[in-house]
């Protein structure tokens, strides 16, 4: 039996002399009445030194924290008294005053009538581990940083089956999706289903075949937005080599796509210039011949009952020429030429126009208030038709059930013209009003959203001023303040 | 002596009646539809005033304007178009010499008072 004990005394001894960690004993006075070979190799101190000491100055140098004592402290006490086992992190100075970072394990002795007797602190050092584990967090968070700055990216990785495993970079921000949502749902979740070329099968065929695929696509958020991006996929191979995936990164080419957007509106006007240029040639040869003919008549001697219906014909016909040669100046996006402009003669001349855009069988009906003689503006004829022409168009088109288009002319102290076009249709919510003149901005299902940022543009370059009020199902005031030519400038 | 005037346009009711507008207005009108006809009239007879439309077939009234222009510089050439008022053909008919510029898109008692302006300094017919 003695021998039993023996031995069982030197395996303790072996145990506690050769384990990784350090283990302290303190008495309930926080002394330290026993310690292993790892206490001093921690803190390069001899064994016959830390015995008897206390434990708090074994641990921490003269000039150590006293913050990081006093939690340390808190921790023992706690321990102790509340006889409580406690795990935490702690720094303390270790061999050549370095500091140790340690994971530490407090365990309460307690005695069988229950009265603590001690306590043994149990230490890992684990200043390695964590420094090893810094480093990586600081590579994560660099390559992080690198790649959440590509903006316009989203990367996200799915397994061979095509489910999402990784939703990374620019990801959530893209796609609008939180991370613990998409995880494990299928990759096809994020393609617009609407766009032909956005068969998976294919394109992961694509990749098998030919190790990569890049395409401009569109793909979905979560709210249904379609995105316009490049998506590229690569095989993902695992730490082994193996295909065990794909990566698919996606650049949004949103702003790229406006801007070809706006270049092909440009030419799709220039194209209409050509078009009404030609179409005006047609038509003014006809014209030219009846209106000649008509006036060459009214010469002869016919009655007054055929000669006033030759007048009209005249009459109609130089109507017919006007029109076309206003229809050819307005497609014609010439060099603005600013110079005197009448604004109820303007808006009377855009009103048959904007007429068209009514929907059949909706009655709208247009009241006019125009200031009589109200002074030019300074400004290029056409580019004011066409911003008045297309806030009529608005009108019309915010009243699918019929309403009334109030247009007012006034002048505001001799200093500028106020035009008021005002309709009585659905209205734009208050949160979206900031946002009416920005580019692309649409509320109609086909708009582009581009008419009411170039009538700001304009208005803009007229030095005026253009305000939207508005409430949802009432309607909406447009308010345009275009300055009065002045005048020595009106000739 | 009567003022002579060659009217050249591809349309025949555009040039009947410019022909019957001028004549009215005292002008002796010779009338023909293509640029090239036009060249091998002026060759064999010679004219006050040149009444030229610009989009013609075979060659335009510019290039017309231009073949006058190596051989006569005065003889006065207005160009006249469906194209209405374009300051870039006008710039351009300008460059080849023209005289005067008239659109078809103008009332008629316009196109002949622009006419008459152009031609003011060539003697008038009776």
């Given amino acids: 039996m003695g021998l039993v004990i023996k031995e069982t005394k030197e ?5 506690l002399d050769n384990a990784g960690v350090a283990v302290i004993y303190l008495d309930v006075n926080e002394n330290i009445i026993f310690c292993n070979k790892k206490t001093e190799k921690l803190t390069g101190l001899k064994h016959e030194d830390i015995l008897g000491a206390n434990w708090l100055k074994i641990l921490f140098h003269k000039n150590s924290s006293i ?18 086992e406690k795990d935490f992190e702690g720094v303390i100075s270790g061999i050549d005053k370095n500091e140790r970072l340690i994971s530490w394990n407090f365990t309460p ?10 306590a043994i602190l149990i230490g890992h050092d684990i200043t390695k581990i964590r420094e090893a584990g810094n480093s990586a967090k600081i590579i994560d968070e660099t390559l992080k940083n690198i790649l959440s700055s590509l903006k ?3 990367l996200y990785v799915t397994n061979l089956e095509g489910n999402i495993t990784y939703f990374g ?37 694509q990749v098998r075949l030919y190790g990569r695929f890049e395409k401009e696509t569109a793909l979905i958020t979560k709210t249904g937005n379609v995105i316009p991006v490049i998506l590229t996929v690569n095989k993902f191979l695992d730490s082994s080599g193996k295909h065990s995936g794909y990566i698919f990164i996606a650049k949004d080419i949103t702003e790229r796509k406006k801007f070809e957007y706006q270049a092909f509106q440009s030419e799709k006007l220039a194209a209409l210039g050509l078009l009404s240029a030609g179409m005006a040639h047609e038509i003014n040869n006809p014209i ?12 002869e001697n016919f009655s007054q009952k055929i000669k006033d219906d030759l007048s009209l014909i005249n009459s109609q016909a130089d109507r017919i020429h006007k029109l076309v040669d206003r229809i050819l100046k307005f497609s014609q996006k010439t060099k603005p030429a600013f110079g005197p402009v009448a604004v109820n003669e303007a808006i009377e001349f855009i009103l048959p126009f904007a007429q068209y855009s009514n929907l059949p069988n909706v009655k709208v009906e247009i009241k006019k208030s125009f200031e009589k003689d109200i002074r030019p503006v300074k400004g290029d ?3 004011l038709e066409e911003v008045f022409l297309n806030l009529v168009i608005n009108a019309y088109q915010s009243m699918p059930e019929g309403g009334i288009i109030k247009i007012t002319t006034s002048s505001f102290e001799n200093i500028f013209a106020l035009i008021q076009i005002k309709d009585t249709g659905i209205g734009i919510a208050e949160e979206r009003l900031k946002d009416v003149f920005m580019p692309f901005f649409t509320m109609k299902k086909d708009g582009k959203g581009l008419g009411l940022s170039i009538c700001h543009n304009i208005i803009k370059n007229h030095n005026g001023t253009i305000e939207l009020e508005s409430q949802v199902g009432k309607g909406s005031t447009f308010t345009i303040k275009l300055p009065f030519i002045p005048k020595e400038e009106c000739t | 002596m009567t003022c002579k005037v060659l009217v050249v346009d591809d349309e025949m009711p555009v040039r009947n009646l410019l022909n019957d507008l001028l004549k009215r207005e005292g002008y002796k009108v010779t009338i023909c539809s293509a640029g090239e006809e036009a060249l091998e009239i002026l060759k064999k007879d010679s004219f006050d005033i040149v009444l030229l439309d610009i989009k013609l077939p075979g060659i335009s009234g510019l290039e017309v304007l231009k073949n006058i222009r190596d051989t006569d510089k005065n003889l006065p050439v207005i160009m006249i178009t469906g194209f209405g008022y374009n300051e870039d053909l006008i710039c351009k008919t300008k460059e080849f010499g023209c005289s005067g510029y008239i659109g078809k898109n103008m009332p008629v008692a316009q196109i002949i008072t622009t006419f008459k302006q152009y031609a003011k300094d060539v003697k008038k017919g009776e």
């Fill in chain 1, 11 to 15: 395996i303790l001894h072996d145990l």
């Fill in chain 1, 381 to 383: 004829l056409h580019q």
């Fill in chain 1, 169 to 205: 970079m620019g990801s959530e921000i893209m796609f609008g999706w939180d991370k613990k949502d998409i995880i494990f749902k299928h990759v096809n979740t994020l393609l617009d289903a609407d766009n032909a070329g956005n068969n998976l099968n294919f394109i992961l065929e």
């Fill in chain 1, 109 to 118: 002795v307690v005695a069988d009538n229950n009265q603590t007797r001690g």
């Fill in chain 1, 288 to 299: 030219l011949v009846i209106s000649g003919r008509s006036a060459l008549l009214m010469e």
């Fill in chain 1, 67 to 84: 913050i990081k004592q006093d939690m340390f402290k808190a921790v023992l006490d706690e321990c102790m008294r509340h006889k409580r």
């Fill in chain 1, 152 to 154: 316009d990216y989203a």
